[in-house]
């Protein structure tokens, strides 16, 4: 008996790399991290105007965002052919010797993107994915339940957003960093009662 295994609901991951001279983000200030003593004191600044500085790195480097661009188009354009995107909010983010991001998910955006635009080694944390359509039951295939996605210099993953991420344990001693960025769409969606003409929004 012949039987074929199909795997119809699929989630679709991309990675590449991105050649790029660091040395000037690597010097950058503006991080974000994970305990409340790395993240930056928000009370000096509006809301606006924090997101503005901590969270929009990648305006501060055109060169480093139109390289993240044209990587995102291509694997934007094989899935979504006829609709655009724009990137939206960029940051830099930390996770210290014996910390560890807990699983979260990113929101109003559809795609997310982590680059390693560090040094990394063994020690260095790793990026893991949930399989969104995990059934939790022992059934379920363990070595699929998790993505795990290993940190090396000029790595950009790109995965849809609502995937719930997290990293393992920092060790070594030193910390890891990273630089995420989201990607929405601004093309209209007209799918009856939830579509969405961002040109509504501004009259």
């Not at 500085?53 to 965002?65: A, H």
């Not at 724009?86 to 559809?110: I, M, P, Q, R």
């Not at 795990?148 to 993953?157: D, F, I």
């Amino acid at each position: 008996m012949k039987l074929n295994i199909h795997r119809p609901f699929s989630y679709r991951i991309a990675s590449t790399h991105i050649d790029y001279d660091f040395t000037e983000l690597r010097k950058d200030k503006r991080i974000v991290g994970v305990s409340p003593k790395n993240i930056n004191d928000t009370s000096k600044y509006t809301e606006k105007e924090f997101v503005e500085k901590y969270f929009r790195i990648l305006e501060y480097y055109p060169d480093l965002k139109k390289l993240i661009l044209d990587a995102f188009h291509v694997f934007s354009s094989q899935i979504h052919p006829d609709k655009k995107f724009a990137l939206s909010t960029s940051w830099k983010a930390e996770v210290v010797d014996g910390e560890n991001f807990t699983y979260h998910n990113h929101t109003n955006c559809v795609y997310s993107a982590v680059l390693y635009h560090d040094t990394y080694d063994e020690n260095s944390a790793v990026l893991s994915l949930e399989n969104p359509i995990k059934i939790g039951s022992d059934l379920c295939c363990k070595d699929e339940e998790i993505a795990h996605l290993r940190p090396y210099t000029g790595g950009l993953y790109i995965f849809p957003s609502q995937i719930w991420h997290s990293t393992s344990t920092q060790k070594g001693g030193v910390p890891r960093y990273s630089l995420a960025c989201n990607f929405v769409l601004t093309d209209p969606i007209y799918n009856f009662d939830s579509s969405l003409d961002l040109s509504w929004l501004s009259s």
